[in-house]
């Protein structure tokens, strides 16, 4: 019998970093600053809801598509951008955002295809790429006005006659950026210029902070129907264990998503979905609440960095603050986070680890900031030791 070998194109993702420098952590108790999930639980009414689902007998398979007041209530919610989705359609309930994205890849790309992907990315997306047998072309990021921002005559460049989709991350992780209008509009322009097909992940979209905006890609003109629009409640009400995600979008397209999706998952969640449609119809007063509390977290995180002398960059959404490692003296951020744990205890996650080009994001340091006043505070007096 064969010895089984894993496919050479999925054999570069066999591990994580957020696997690895979690057992490092763990090792060293170290405050763990390089996961991006809260360390509290989200709202009462949420929880109480997903209680009584539980113990009401939601706990068998809900419909494949989702449970029908969860896609009502996500109608409801999109409608907050201007945009009408059907319920019955146009919406489908995932195993959180990341396998709606894997779900849409693989049943909108193919072999030969090209997906542009903005780097860094989050980590998931290459290996996406990789199952639905596409190609990836990184188009980076470019610090610009003291942002970063997206480098759109990059992403015209990237464009040939085998492009098929473009993943757009926004608010964006690692990095905190958040898309302006007129980035957007570019990207729109491309789309609708070269027939793309946009798929969009926003899990991000209530936590941007100062005066930032989240614009939904499927509002921009000639977007709605090629725009397959990915959320989740995960990050909204502090339920990233829960995985309840959902894609948006036209008949065709929420069609082939589901297609996939059913062989991978088939559903998932049958008791969460209720609680999750409560959420989305009371909770977003919460939301906001929360959205506020970490801006004050950013903040405070940012501060601390910055006084143990890293030089901490912009953030405007998500729940992350990067951090340029060279004033402290060292060159590579990875060099230094592997070190992090065992030398001051505390574990963060080098940026380049999300990117084609690590040699031009080696200097960069992600820390998570979405944890408890007292484990920022904490971390950041162990990492004044570095000075």
């Avoid at 959180?96 to 894997?102: C, F, M, N, R, S």
């Avoid at 940026?351 to 971390?379: G, M, Q, Y």
């Amino acid at each position: 019998m064969r010895e089984p070998v894993l496919v050479p194109r999925l054999q570069p993702f066999t591990s994580t970093i957020f696997a690895e420098m979690t057992a490092l952590a763990v090792r060293h108790e170290a405050v763990n600053l390089g996961q991006g999930f809260p360390d509290t639980d989200g709202p009462a009414g949420m929880l109480d809801a997903a209680k009584n689902a539980l113990f009401g007998g939601a706990n068998q398979y809900p419909p494949g598509p989702g449970r029908p007041e969860l896609r009502a209530a996500i109608a409801r919610h999109r409608l907050r951008y201007g945009v009408e989705y059907d319920r019955d359609t146009e919406i489908l309930v995932t195993a959180g955002a990341t396998e709606a994205i894997a779900a849409s890849l693989i049943a909108l790309t193919q072999a030969g295809d090209e997906v542009i992907v903005i780097e860094p990315y989050y980590d998931s997306y290459a290996a996406a790429v990789a199952m639905a047998g596409a190609e990836r072309r990184v188009v980076g990021l470019v610090e610009r006005d003291g942002r970063f921002a997206l480098d759109v005559e990059g992403l015209r460049a990237a464009v040939t006659g085998r492009t098929r989709a473009i993943l757009i991350n926004s608010p964006h992780n690692p990095t905190g950026t958040v898309f302006t209008r007129a980035e957007l509009e570019a990207v729109a322009a491309l789309c609708v210029e070269h027939d793309l097909i946009a798929i969009t992940d926003e899990v991000y979209e209530h936590l941007v902070f100062d005066d930032a905006e989240h614009l939904p890609l499927a509002t921009f003109p000639g977007m709605r129907d090629r725009t397959v629009s990915i959320s989740s409640a995960g990050k909204t009400f502090n339920c990233t264990g829960w995985k309840i995600g959902w894609v948006c979008a036209s008949p065709e397209l929420v069609a082939a998503v589901k297609a996939a999706k059913q062989f991978i998952t088939f559903v998932s969640g049958g008791p969460f979905q209720p609680a999750v449609a409560h959420a989305l119809d009371h909770e977003l007063p919460w939301a906001e609440e929360l959205r506020t509390s970490l801006q004050d977290k950013r903040d405070r995180l940012a501060a601390g960095l910055a006084e143990a002398g890293f030089a901490v960059r912009p953030t405007a959404g998500t729940y992350f603050v990067c951090v340029d490692v060279r004033p402290l003296g060292f060159d590579d951020a990875a060099e230094l986070a592997w070190e992090l744990p065992e030398r001051v205890g505390v574990a963060a996650v080098p940026v380049k680890v999300f990117t084609d080009h690590p040699d031009e994001w080696k200097h960069l340091l992600r820390f998570a900031f979405c944890k408890r006043n007292e484990v920022i505070d904490e971390a950041v007096t162990r990492l004044r030791k570095l000075r």
